[in-house]
């Protein structure tokens, strides 16, 4: 049973996004409650829903990499949110994150775990340093200056390397649930963040992968890179 449109008013969701689950695409994915919480299936098959208080956003392991390239800002919009681990990290570090997801789905999810957390004594605060929206990335940003924020975040999907049999459970779901982006879209993503003209633009990239775009506007210099195990932050600052 594909539960597509709701029979009641989910608390977590805001009145502007209550069509987000009647207006999903029609496809083998669909969101079931279940004793209270909306779950991400496929076909029959349960794959997850997100709990901000789970292993999976507390446990990171070994050094953090991501909060020093966003040292001295406090506002970050990040415009490629997914799963949101990323920006739950920058919150739990104090950092005020606008969380922007396209897909109705994860879109959902991340409202849903919000929710949850915000009724959590021990991570209310970084709960609500939160706040998720339910729109496109470059329509949004079109209409946002530098004002808006201290940085942008852009950890846009990439295809994971050949005969790699050990992809991890969750990014297995994104590859199915998302449309896998082209090159051109993810520099238009890039450009878009640009034009925005706030100070500093903070990139996700694996190792083995190029730059996003190998064209810099001119009001933006690559400043630094800061590497990680198999990851590296690459830094914009405007000029």
């Not at 949101?84 to 104090?94: E, F, K, N």
Request: aromatic content about 12%; some cysteine; charged content about 30%.
């Amino acid at each position: 049973m594909k539960c597509l449109v709701l029979d009641k008013y989910p608390p977590f969701l805001p009145l502007e996004n209550y069509s987000l689950l009647s207006s999903v695409p029609d496809s083998d994915f669909y969101l079931r409650e279940i004793d209270g919480i909306w779950r991400l299936f496929f076909a029959e098959q349960e794959l997850l829903h997100l709990d901000f208080a789970s292993a999976f956003y507390r446990a990171r392991g070994g050094l953090e990499y991501l909060p020093k390239a966003f040292k001295n800002c406090e506002r970050i919009f990040d415009a490629t949110a997914g799963f949101g681990r990323d920006s739950w990290l920058l919150a739990y570090r104090g950092k005020n994150i606008l969380l922007c997801e396209r897909n109705p789905y994860l879109a959902t999810l991340l409202l849903q775990a919000k929710f949850l957390s915000e009724r959590q004594e021990k991570i209310l605060a970084v709960a609500r340093r939160i706040e998720i929206i339910f729109a496109d990335s470059r329509e949004y940003l079109s209409s946002k200056t530098a004002a808006d924020f201290d940085a942008i975040y852009l950890d846009p999907m990439y295809p994971e390397k050949k005969k790699n049999a050990a992809v991890k459970k969750e990014m297995q779901i994104l590859h199915r649930l998302l449309e896998m982006p082209d090159l051109a879209e993810q520099e238009r993503l890039f450009f878009a963040a640009t034009e925005s003209g706030v100070e500093k633009i903070v990139v996700k990239r694996p190792n083995y992968a190029c730059e996003l775009s190998a064209k810099i506007p001119e009001n933006y210099r690559l400043n630094h890179t800061v590497n990680a195990v198999n990851t590296r932050y690459v830094v914009y600052m405007r000029n």
